[in-house]
């Protein structure tokens, strides 16, 4: 078992660092152009009303307010989209470069650095093709096929791809595009 954090400082910052940036650059920007480009056109009007009566009962507030941005903000203008598309494109090249010098984000062992930026970065490939391609960012898709083939991690994107199936939740994102259907 990978112990997840490096035990030394700088290692340790490294991976805080990685975190920080991925939430902040990749965390909101993911969220808005899914829902714009992909869960939006997927959801029937029944399931807008029932997404929208869900999020009315969530118990904390700043999450409560943080899915009523994306909605918001989805619907808004073209231009929102367009600068959550630039920081993802920036992102994406930040950790190209890092993965040509090291096979993981925050040094040479799989850490929660890597897990976190993979939650929002495994959806990209489907949701901006032209930015993560074999092409253009082979380190990244390798970085992500090596996460991907993780036991632990095929056990939760299934429980995901299950409960969505099962109706327990609208399909988020990342199940429509891991089942191949496009944006």
Known sequence: DPALAP???AGWYDVQEWIRYADAQLGAAVDLVGWHWVMLPAMTSAERQAFNERLAKV????QQAGWAAVVR???STENRIENAQGKIREAIVRVEQTLVNSSWLAGEAYSIADINAFAWIH???GLIPDAVSEART???LAWLRKIAERPAVGKALAISRRASSQGSFPPSYHVILMAGRSP
């Open 59 to 62: 118990a904390v507030k700043e």
């Open 138 to 140: 082979p380190k990244t």
């Open 7 to 9: 035990t030394n400082a």
């Open 73 to 75: 903000d989805a619907e």
């Open 123 to 125: 959806v990209l490939p």
